[in-house]
């Protein structure tokens, strides 16, 4: 990584799909995070911007299209002597129909919210602490840094608001 760490940083997007009293999680069957829950979405193509790479990942995992977006945060990522992860974060609407059941990265299901807030199902650690952010209409933007040591353990994190959303491109 170089010293900025910008330049290995992976850029990714999350589409966090909640109806009602449900959120959309993936079972992951692959790494990164193989056996935990987490929201769809994956890493953006070079070029592409987070918008494009949402609409390309859920269509991809999903089946289905976005058709309304609301972004919502970045999450930093970095785990002491590996490349750092950086993540758009969207709550998303899909267009109606069903989605597909699994696909090359695990198996969908819908989950209830209370689930996600009372830590009964096996999550990524840092979402643990940004998914309450999310449920939290009135939050204002965020940019929040999650630190791991060399064997994937949270070790810290901050939170920052953010006044603006000023990054087009992955």
Not at 130 to 149: C, G, K, N, V
Not at 153 to 169: A, D, F, H, I, N
Request: glycine share 10%; with cysteine; proline share 6%.
């Amino acid at each position: 990584m170089s010293e900025s760490g910008s330049e290995d940083r992976v850029e990714a997007v999350l589409g966090l799909i909640i109806r009602e009293h449900e959120v959309l999680l993936m079972h992951r069957s692959q790494d990164p995070n193989r056996g935990l829950w987490t929201p769809p979405g994956g890493k953006c193509l070079p070029g592409e911007s987070p918008f494009e790479a949402l609409d390309r990942e859920l269509l991809e995992e999903t089946g289905r299209r976005v058709v309304a977006r609301s972004f919502v945060g970045i999450l930093l990522e970095t785990v002491a002597g590996a490349p750092g992860w950086r993540h758009h974060l969207f709550v998303c609407d899909l267009e109606d129909g069903s989605i597909r059941e699994q696909c090359s990265e695990g198996v969908f299901q819908w989950v209830g919210v209370d689930q996600v807030l009372e830590n009964v199902l096996p999550i990524p650690q840092a979402d643990r602490i940004f998914w309450p952010w999310i449920f939290d209409r009135s939050a204002p933007l965020f940019q929040a840094h999650f630190e791991y040591d060399r064997d994937e353990q949270l070790v810290g994190w901050t939170r920052s608001p953010m006044e603006k959303y000023g990054k087009t491109g992955c």
